[in-house]
């Protein structure tokens, strides 16, 4: 059994030249890659450690970046003490947005990578050699649309490399993760979006479709506070937020009614109440529990009408 993990695969880092915030996104034929393959740290930086892989490159690349090392100078320190090394292939990036990586000799073909401004997409045991370009050139027609953020433009790095061919091997497992650019106050709170396919037929696709669940809880999230301050009408604009972005989950559009209907606005409540309440109806029940804690309004008629529906 090998001593290090294979994670023969594609991966990209980068760092959004707008928020500042890093990310990188990685798929391969094999398990959990995203446990393996991707660290980051939030003010600190980024690191893709691959082919026959060395995991320290990540925690220790980190700890090396946050210790004032560039990202070259501290992918250089990693390999000069890796006797290894030309198994390796790994890309980092740093606070200042300093790019580095590294395809070592013995990497499985076809192995290679490419940087630009701020980011670097790295790939081996590739079915052909077109995968890094096309990777590069998906990121950098992403990067040139203002209307693209960084989760997106991740994702369309990774469906270039699938489309011209990807690993050899297939597809198992994907992930993302982004985290700020700036260092937060509380270690838990840079953690912008950590997602993972651990196994599936099409993890890059899937991993597109557990993004766009991300953005709608997001809204949701935003739909929450809004609401514990009472503030119905912001609430109101992030749950419809959330709705549009993932109509199927229920929980979603019952906080849209909920929204709705404490607004007095029953007119457009009663239909998603009324859809929500037909596909699961043990949501009439949470209907009545949230009036204690304010969460809906304390008016009997209204709540009476609502569960008529």
């Not at 798929?27 to 991707?38: D, N």
């Not at 937020?241 to 709705?260: D, G, K, T, Y």
């Not at 607004?263 to 949501?283: C, D, M, S, Y």
Request: aromatic share 6%; net charge negative.
């Amino acid at each position: 059994m090998p001593t290090k993990p294979f994670a023969h695969t594609y991966s990209i880092v980068a760092r959004d030249p707008l928020t500042g915030d890093y990310g990188i996104a990685v798929q391969s034929h094999w398990f959990s890659v995203g446990s393996v393959v991707g660290w980051a740290e939030g003010g600190i930086g980024v690191v893709a450690t691959q082919s026959m892989v060395e995991i320290s490159y990540g925690p220790l690349g980190l700890a090396l970046m946050r210790g004032g090392k560039t990202a070259p100078q501290a992918l250089q320190a990693l390999l000069s003490t890796d006797p290894e090394r030309e198994l390796r292939q790994v890309a980092m990036i740093d606070s200042q947005g300093n790019v580095a990586a590294h395809t070592g000799a013995r990497c499985v073909k076809q192995a290679g990578h490419l940087t630009g401004p701020g980011f670097s997409v790295q790939a081996n045991m590739m079915l052909n050699d077109t995968v890094w370009q096309a990777m590069h050139d998906a990121y950098q027609s992403a990067l040139a649309d203002a209307t693209v953020d960084l989760p997106e433009r991740l994702l369309r790095a990774l469906e270039a490399a699938q489309s011209c061919g990807g690993d050899i091997r297939g597809q198992q497992s994907a992930a993302i993760k982004i985290v700020s650019g700036a260092a937060p106050d509380k270690p838990w709170m840079g953690n912008i979006m950590d997602l993972r396919v651990e196994d599936h037929p099409a993890p890059v696709g899937e991993l597109r479709r557990l993004v766009n669940i991300h953005r709608a809880y997001t809204y949701m999230n935003q739909g929450d506070e809004y609401l514990g301050r009472g503030d119905e009408g912001n609430a109101l604009l992030a749950y419809a937020a959330a709705a549009r972005l993932a109509p199927q989950i229920v929980e979603i559009l019952f906080w849209n009614a909920v929204s709705l209907a404490n607004i007095g606005n029953l007119t457009e409540a009663a239909p998603i109440f009324k859809q929500v309440f037909e596909r699961e109806p043990a949501w009439r029940e949470m209907l009545v529990r949230l009036v204690e804690p304010g969460l809906v309004k304390d008016d009997p008629q209204i709540l009476e009408e609502i569960l008529k529906i």
